[in-house]
């Protein structure tokens, strides 16, 4: 890949960074394999500039991260001319700081510290040895852009963005790099010479999602259904290894975050904060649990939400990294199997015919819909302010009534609240008086049991759309296709 795909707010933040007359603080995170570094380097690297670039080392000591920070400072600064490395960061930064003296007064200095939770192993004290040399040096020198980043999206927020210390509001610009999105997902691909219709990038964004790293993997000339099998269904193919590399590259004692994703996934429609703490391992009662929930919510694999008038008060987490989705449900259960052997030819196209797909591909569809709000809002011609959210409605357990679900809705501020049905079939969805029906009720289930007293419209979204009949005519005040996910914003 030999351009920037996307990406689009991220590189207007970096122009404003590079171009400011101001020393100037990045935090850069998100998710392993999304492009971070690839971003950096890409957009420094025709840019006139001094580009000091160091990575943190998984695992290693601290003497052996300052070794290769030396190393890199001499090739930066001194033709690489041998250094004798710092005792500690202290240490190391003023060597650093130092060596800024032999850059023009005029030529800007970006300093890219990546994988930097890496570097601040136990006791190094280089966070506040980061401090102290931001504050007292560098934050005084107009040349200085330093870029603070790490897949440990957590500890960036919680240690750089948050910090109660000397480095404060010392940020002055933050970068939350996410997965692509559809339309940038197919632009991805088309700039790797892979034209595939966005029913087939769809398939393939619900197994890996706009994970750039996993995209890079899509061979030229195969169907999603093909490139799927060779990657999650092959004996060592990357999709089968990857999500235990995952998580042990992003937490420590990473066992009990997939087990939380685990037990997430276990529950279609969420599973609330109560109910997700006592399912799961005791070490996680009280505020580990509740850390380990915001590290998996930062790095963005579960969403937190509260349903749309819901009496009981709570938070409620679901599973949206569709990766992990796909994973869980097909991959995991033939792990074993697949690490030995791998499995007959053929076998994700029997897997795509079968009624577990159908159901699985319908809440797999759902997580892309959640990722893509704006290009349904768009597509509905809705306001900015209209806020979307979820409602569920479950009776008690001595009731008659039924329970109602609602995938998606935008309660708008025009006295209206558009209700959204997701469904995603191979062909036109059709409404028969059967599904009428259903829909009916739950619409009547939604305003009796909310006491809502908006005005309520129902939309499908569809990835075939919907087949015009009737029941569409009469239930229906707009519908949303897959082409409308695929529009830019």
Same mark, same amino acid.
């Given at each position: 890949?030999?351009?920037?795909? =996307?990406?689009?707010?991220?590189? @207007?933040?970096?122009?404003?960074?590079?171009?400011?007359?101001?020393?100037?603080? &990045?935090? &850069?995170?998100?998710?392993?394999?999304?492009?971070?570094? #690839? $971003?950096?380097?890409?957009?420094?690297?025709?840019?006139?500039?001094?580009?000091?670039?160091?990575?943190?080392?998984?695992?290693?000591?601290?003497?052996?991260?300052?070794?290769?920070?030396?190393?890199?400072?001499?090739?930066?600064?001194? *033709?690489?001319?041998?250094?004798?490395?710092?005792?500690?960061?202290?240490?190391?930064?003023?060597?650093?700081?130092?060596?800024? /003296?032999?850059?023009?007064?005029?030529?800007?200095?970006?300093?890219?510290?990546?994988?930097?939770?890496?570097?601040?192993?136990?006791?190094?004290?280089?966070?506040?040895?980061?401090?102290?040399?931001?504050?007292?040096?560098?934050?005084?020198?107009?040349?200085?852009? $330093?870029?603070?980043?790490?897949? @440990? @999206?957590?500890?960036?927020?919680?240690?750089?963005?948050n910090n109660k210390g000397g480095l404060h509001n010392r940020i002055t610009r933050q970068i939350n790099?996410?997965?692509?999105?559809?339309?940038?997902?197919?632009?991805?691909?088309?700039?790797?010479?892979?034209?595939?219709?966005?029913?087939?990038?769809?398939? &393939?964004?619900?197994?890996?999602?706009?994970?750039?790293?996993?995209?890079?993997?899509?061979?030229?000339?195969k169907s999603s259904t093909q490139v799927i099998e060779s990657l999650a269904f092959k004996r060592n193919?990357?999709?089968?290894?990857?999500?235990? *590399?995952?998580?042990?590259?992003? #937490?420590? *004692?990473?066992?009990?975050?997939?087990?939380?994703?685990?037990?997430?996934?276990?529950?279609?429609?969420?599973?609330?904060?109560?109910?997700?703490?006592?399912?799961?391992?005791?070490?996680?009662?009280?505020?580990?649990?509740?850390?380990?929930?915001?590290?998996?919510?930062?790095?963005?694999?579960?969403?937190?939400?509260?349903?749309?008038?819901?009496?009981?008060?709570?938070?409620?987490?679901? !599973?949206?990294?569709?990766?992990? !989705?796909?994973? $869980?449900?097909?991959?995991?259960?033939?792990?074993?199997?697949?690490?030995?052997? =791998?499995?007959?030819?053929?076998?994700? *196209?029997?897997?795509?015919?079968s009624s577990s797909w159908y159901s699985w591909s319908g809440l797999a569809f759902e997580a892309i819909?959640?990722?893509?709000?704006?290009?349904?809002?768009?597509?509905?011609?809705?306001?900015?302010?209209?806020?979307?959210?979820?409602? %569920?409605?479950?009776?008690?357990?001595?009731?008659?009534?039924?329970? @109602?679900?609602?995938?998606? &809705? #935008?309660? %708008?501020?025009?006295?209206?609240?558009?209700?959204?049905?997701?469904?995603?079939?191979?062909?036109?969805?059709?409404?028969?008086?059967?599904?009428?029906?259903?829909?009916?009720?739950?619409?009547?289930?939604?305003?009796?049991?909310?006491?809502? /007293? /908006?005005?309520?419209?129902?939309?499908?979204?569809?990835?075939?759309?919907?087949?015009?009949?009737?029941?569409?005519?009469?239930?229906?005040?707009?519908?949303?296709?897959?082409?409308?996910?695929?529009?830019?914003?």
């Amino acid at each position: 890949m030999n351009s920037i795909i =996307g990406r689009k707010e991220a590189t @207007a933040i970096l122009n404003a960074f590079v171009n400011s007359k101001s020393p100037e603080f &990045l935090a &850069l995170y998100g998710r392993r394999r999304i492009g971070k570094t #690839f $971003l950096i380097k890409h957009f420094f690297k025709a840019k006139k500039l001094v580009f000091f670039n160091i990575t943190g080392e998984k695992d290693a000591p601290m003497k052996k991260q300052i070794k290769h920070f030396t190393k890199q400072m001499s090739y930066i600064f001194y *033709n690489g001319a041998r250094l004798v490395s710092g005792k500690n960061w202290d240490e190391s930064f003023e060597m650093l700081t130092e060596a800024f /003296k032999s850059v023009g007064k005029k030529e800007k200095i970006v300093l890219f510290f990546d994988e930097f939770p890496w570097m601040a192993t136990q006791n190094s004290r280089l966070l506040q040895g980061l401090d102290y040399y931001w504050n007292q040096h560098w934050s005084n020198d107009d040349r200085i852009k $330093l870029i603070i980043c790490g897949s @440990a @999206a957590s500890w960036i927020i919680d240690n750089i963005v948050n910090n109660k210390g000397g480095l404060h509001n010392r940020i002055t610009r933050q970068i939350n790099l996410e997965p692509l999105n559809l339309p940038e997902t197919k632009q991805f691909l088309k700039e790797k010479s892979i034209v595939l219709s966005n029913k087939q990038i769809v398939d &393939l964004y619900m197994s890996m999602g706009g994970v750039p790293y996993y995209l890079n993997q899509v061979e030229k000339g195969k169907s999603s259904t093909q490139v799927i099998e060779s990657l999650a269904f092959k004996r060592n193919g990357f999709l089968l290894t990857e999500f235990n *590399n995952l998580f042990a590259s992003l #937490f420590k *004692n990473s066992g009990i975050y997939e087990e939380i994703i685990k037990t997430i996934a276990s529950c279609r429609y969420g599973i609330g904060k109560r109910e997700l703490l006592e399912k799961i391992s005791k070490s996680l009662v009280g505020k580990g649990g509740l850390e380990k929930l915001k590290a998996l919510k930062d790095t963005g694999f579960i969403l937190d939400f509260k349903p749309h008038l819901h009496k009981e008060k709570g938070v409620y987490y679901k !599973l949206i990294d569709n990766y992990s !989705l796909f994973y $869980l449900y097909w991959i995991f259960p033939v792990h074993n199997s697949l690490l030995v052997r =791998g499995l007959a030819k053929g076998y994700w *196209n029997k897997m795509k015919k079968s009624s577990s797909w159908y159901s699985w591909s319908g809440l797999a569809f759902e997580a892309i819909c959640y990722e893509h709000l704006p290009q349904i809002s768009k597509a509905l011609d809705l306001s900015p302010t209209a806020i979307p959210t979820t409602w %569920r409605y479950i009776p008690r357990k001595d009731s008659k009534e039924n329970g @109602a679900q609602i995938d998606l &809705l #935008f309660d %708008r501020d025009d006295d209206a609240i558009t209700i959204c049905e997701i469904k995603y079939t191979n062909k036109p969805f059709t409404i028969t008086r059967e599904y009428a029906e259903k829909l009916q009720k739950k619409l009547d289930t939604f305003r009796r049991v909310t006491r809502i /007293k /908006k005005q309520l419209f129902l939309v499908i979204i569809s990835s075939a759309g919907v087949k015009k009949n009737k029941y569409s005519d009469l239930l229906l005040s707009g519908i949303v296709t897959l082409d409308d996910l695929f529009k830019e914003i």
